[in-house]
């Protein structure tokens, strides 16, 4: 019989500490090149040295912190080279999922994308990025998870965050959000068709938004980008 041991208080700690920096630092909050520094990392999230060191180490294998001897620790600068990775490995991964919820997706996580959409409706209304991020994000793992393989989006948690940081910097533009809703609705549109080439197509549409919106975000933004 095999035994889950509970986690140690340490391991808890660390990984909320790398959850919690990993948000702050996708959203922005802690903006590329910010100097990060243990002490007040521990301060700021209640913890030891110890878990913010290890989460420090995991977020710098994720590529989004850089540890250098005499340069300490630091936020990496956006990487236009590591986003577009991102982006194939997203669309690689994505493709399938919508191709797959085209033979087959869960009546009732079809229910619960509409009650997403409405909500993203709504948020687009009222221009709230950070709550309408937070539901694109739900809106992709039902895709996964109606179509049967939920694991698919979390395969894609760490390597989609060079994405996430560009994201919310084309999400404060007015014509942003309803666009992203429209987008959403084509892919399920597509999927209750069971037209799989339409879902792959609207779903290329949706990803590519991003590389459309790149040159504008980084003449404005190039004090952010590596």
């Not at 041991?5 to 500490?17: G, I, K, M, T």
């Not at 180490?57 to 620790?73: C, D, F």
């Not at 390597?159 to 007015?174: E, F, G, Q």
Request: hydrophobic share 45%; charged share 30%; net charge neutral.
């Amino acid at each position: 019989m095999t035994v889950v041991l509970p986690d140690s208080s340490e391991d808890s700690a660390a990984r909320r500490v790398e959850r919690e920096l990993r948000k702050a630092i996708i959203t922005l909050e802690i903006q590329p090149g910010a100097s990060l520094s243990e002490k007040e990392l521990a301060d700021r999230y209640g913890v030891s040295r110890q878990p913010v060191r290890e989460a420090l180490i995991n977020l710098g294998k994720a590529g989004l912190v850089g540890i250098q001897p005499r340069r300490g620790t630091f936020v990496v600068k956006i990487s236009l080279d590591l986003m577009r990775q991102a982006r194939f490995v997203r669309e690689s991964l994505e493709v399938a999922v919508v191709r797959r919820a085209c033979v087959s997706f869960d009546p009732a996580v079809r229910q619960r994308i509409d009650g997403i959409l409405d909500r993203q409706a709504d948020l687009a209304a009222e221009q709230s990025h950070y709550a309408f991020q937070r539901e694109d994000e739900a809106f992709h793992a039902a895709l996964s998870e109606g179509a049967g393989f939920p694991t698919a989006w979390e395969t894609l948690e760490t390597i989609k965050a060079h994405m996430d940081r560009v994201c919310h910097l084309t999400l404060p533009l007015p014509e942003t959000l309803p666009k992203l809703v429209g987008e959403h609705r084509r892919i399920v549109d597509a999927i209750d068709c069971h037209d799989a080439d339409r879902a792959e197509v609207a779903l290329k549409v949706h990803l590519d938004g991003i590389l459309k919106a790149l040159p504008k975000i980084r003449d404005q933004f190039g004090f952010l980008f590596a």
